[in-house]
T-cell receptor, first 116, second 113 residues
Framework: DVKVTQSSRYLVKRTGEKVFLECVQD?????MFWYRQDPGLGLRLIYF???????EKGDIPEGYSVSREKKERFSLILESASTNQTSMYLC???FGSGSGTYETQYFGPGTRLLVL | DQQVKQNSPSLSVQEGRISILNCDYT??????FLWYKKYPAEGPTFLISISSIKDKNEDGRFTVFLNKSAKHLSLHIVPSQPGDSAVYFC????????????FGGGTRLMVKP
């Protein structure tokens, strides 16, 4: 079974703090994704990475950055947390674009972040 | 503008009856569609998918129907069970677009015993 783990289930931070969210997958997947989930808006893609040290902006990258130094680990960074970044953050991974097929994304359990 | 829409934020169904969840999309380039199920405090899990070359895909109690001309898909759950109570997300992708998915807003399904 694919396992995607996220470093924290719940986080409470203060406005202006730098926040790190970490995600690890154990299936040697090439692709990794960060989403945020908000009521009525579904999952919106923040950033994704298709290889080590590679990253692509998603639909809502503003206020976020990412880091992928190792294949299994993908970090989301909030440089200066703001209250409008209070949300559920979900990490996902998938096998890789070279497979030539459609692929399923596998999700971690999520981190619920509250910014005060 | 949302390219994938689930217009019903919630749906309540009696146990044993059919649940029908709907999804509309606007981007005609989408050629692969997925449904994910999400329980509270858990990540979404893949449920069923359909390619645009098909109009129906079935897996046990779950069937997805695709109407390309209407840009509409639906998920049928028959019979519905209380354990099906969850939020269901429709997602769409374009082949070759790096496996990026565009999600709808979700529909909360409640199956009453």
């Amino acid at each position: 079974d694919v396992k995607v783990t996220q470093s924290s289930r719940y986080l409470v931070k203060r406005t202006g703090e730098k926040v790190f969210l970490e995600c690890v997958q154990d299936m040697d997947h090439e692709n990794m994704f960060w989403y945020r989930q908000d009521p009525g808006l579904g999952l919106r893609l923040i950033y994704f990475s298709y290889d080590v040290k590679m990253k692509e902006k998603g639909d809502i990258p503003e206020g976020y950055s990412v880091s992928r130094e190792k294949k299994e680990r993908f970090s989301l960074i909030l440089e200066s947390a703001s209250t409008n970044q209070t949300s559920m953050y979900l990490c996902a991974s998938s096998f890789g674009s070279g497979s030539g097929t459609y692929e399923t994304q596998y999700f971690g359990p999520g981190t619920r972040l509250l910014v005060l | 503008d949302q390219q994938v829409k689930q217009n019903s934020p919630s749906l309540s169904v009696q146990e044993g009856r059919i649940s029908i969840l709907n999804c509309d999309y606007t981007n005609s380039m989408f050629d692969y569609f997925l449904w994910y199920k999400k329980y509270p405090a858990e990540g979404p899990t893949f449920l069923i998918s359909i390619s645009s070359i098909k109009d129906k895909n079935e897996d046990g109690r779950f069937t997805v129907f695709l109407n390309k001309s209407a840009k509409h898909l639906s998920l049928h759950i028959v019979p519905s069970q209380p354990g099906d109570s969850a939020v269901y997300f429709c997602a769409a992708s374009v082949y070759g677009a790096g496996n990026m998915l565009t999600f709808g807003g979700g529909t909360r399904l409640m199956v009453k015993p």
